[in-house]
């Protein structure tokens, strides 16, 4: 069987994704079920037909696109990523999982290949949690880590249910019906970006995912009070936003104090209630994310978000309440799929390390139905979440390469 990835053609539909987009070029924003995202869903929708793939939807919105093998009774091959992208973002993220896929399945279509096992691509619903708040809703839904009743709470900036923008946006059916029963896979990979510098610095084409660290979300809920910038003196303020300071420092050196170079905590967003510029902030709104390798210590550092919050409101009169909107365990990834990886990619002599996932992906639930793997490729500078994120054409068809040879393999 000889495969031969056609880079070009993968690289230039890769621009053509990134041009579904609500951020000037080369930034990329695309929100779950945005006009946008609905744009750029078709037309992948499109590309799975064309590659002769038999593309159904569920009720949230993953999209599956099956090669179908000649025993339709075997447990399925799966592969795929996202697309949604985070404000502000770039094109490869998510991305190289999807399009790579398809290329992956396109190549052995080419070679001749025939599968018994079908293979699937799979395109998850809203990886990113910028719309509902909460990552991996589509993997989570079809996996049971989080319930169909839990879903229908969730609720956008606009106040519209997943309900209610899920159907909007075509997706029919109810909820119950998402969930994939165990054994429906036999092996799930995921290609990805590294979103780190680890590959580039080592000069290794290629990244083997044995685990992926276990992410936590908070948010953080300060209510001071308000008044006239001028007229409030300061012995009498019960500033907000100075409590969310302090708090935000407390978080950072929660995760610096670990001991542990994995723990990692963020607050990526703090919103201050009324935002002008002659009034005491009376309200603040922080999302806090904490992530670590290992559960015990991630939530170590969770507790002592919550125990610093209760130290300030105490000390500056004000109230913190802290709300846990997910707190996920880590993923392993299956010995015998990390080996086939590392067969693939000694059999095209390409270097490849082990390493863990910082970054959370839809493998993270996947792997509670089904033995997962993921594939990494590198990215300059480790840049990921930003426009300026990239990666090469070569370091992609290398990535592609090794799967479309392990789904190969994983699938007769
Ligand atoms: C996914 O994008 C993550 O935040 O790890
Ligand atoms: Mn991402
Ligand atoms: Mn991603």
């Known amino acids: 069987m000889s495969l031969i990835v056609d880079r070009d ?28 995202d609905l744009k750029a869903r078709d037309w992948m929708k499109t590309r799975c037909a064309e590659a002769g793939l038999t593309v159904r939807q569920d009720a949230v919105g993953n ?31 998510g991305v190289v999982g999807v399009l790579g896929g398809l290329e992956a399945i396109r190549t052995l ?15 998850f619903t809203s990886e990113e949690p910028t719309r509902f708040g909460i ?24 106040d ?36 780190g510098p680890l590959l580039e610095r080592q000069q290794t084409p290629l ?8 992410p ?23 500033d907000a936003l100075c409590a969310a300071a302090e708090l935000i420092l407390a978080i950072e050196n929660a995760a610096r104090s670990s001991g ?34 290992n559960l015990e210590r991630r939530d170590v550092v969770v507790r002592t978000i919550e125990n610093e919050g209760d130290s300030i409101a105490e000390r500056r009169q004000i109230s913190i309440r802290s709300e846990l909107l997910n707190a996920d365990a880590p993923a392993d990834c299956a010995p015998e799929l990390v080996e086939a990886l590392s067969q693939s990619c000694r059999k095209h002599e390409l270097g490849f390390i082990s390493m863990v996932s910082r970054a959370y992906h839809d493998s993270l639930f996947i792997a509670r139905i089904a033995p997962v793997a993921m594939l990494f490729i590198p990215c300059r500078n480790g840049y990921s979440h930003r426009p300026d994120e990239y990666a090469s054409p070569e370091d992609i068809a290398r990535g592609v390469l090794v799967l479309a040879e392990t789904l190969a393999a994983l699938s007769q």
């Open 9 to 36: 053609r993968l690289f230039s539909e890769i621009d053509a994704l990134a041009s579904f987009s609500d951020a000037e070029s080369p930034a990329v924003t695309r929100i779950v079920f945005t006009p946008t």
């Open 63 to 93: 999209i599956f696109a099956r090669w179908n093998g000649s025993d339709p009774k075997a447990p399925v091959v799966g592969t795929g990523s996202h697309i949604d992208a985070i404000p502000n973002a770039g094109k490869f993220d």
């Open 109 to 123: 279509r080419q070679s001749g290949f025939r599968p018994r096992h079908s293979i699937e691509l799979l395109i």
């Open 135 to 158: 990552g991996c809703l589509g993997s989570r839904l079809l996996t049971g880590a989080l319930t169909p009743e839990a879903a229908r709470k969730l609720r956008d900036k606009d």
């Open 160 to 195: 519209g249910t997943l309900d209610e923008v899920r159907r909007n946006a075509g997706c029919a059916g109810e909820l119950d019906q998402v969930g994939l029963p165990q054994g429906y896979y036999k092996a799930f990979i995921e290609l990805h970006i590294e979103q």
């Open 207 to 214: 990244g083997i995912v044995t685990n992926i660290a276990a």
């Open 216 to 238: 936590a979300s908070m948010r953080v809920m300060i209510e001071g009070s308000g008044g006239h910038a001028g007229g409030v003196l300061m012995p009498d303020r019960r």
């Open 260 to 293: 542990a170079i994995d723990t990692v905590a963020t607050v990526g967003i703090c919103e201050v209630f009324p935002g002008a510029v002659n009034s005491i902030p009376s309200r603040v709104r922080l999302s806090v994310d904490v992530r670590d390798t």
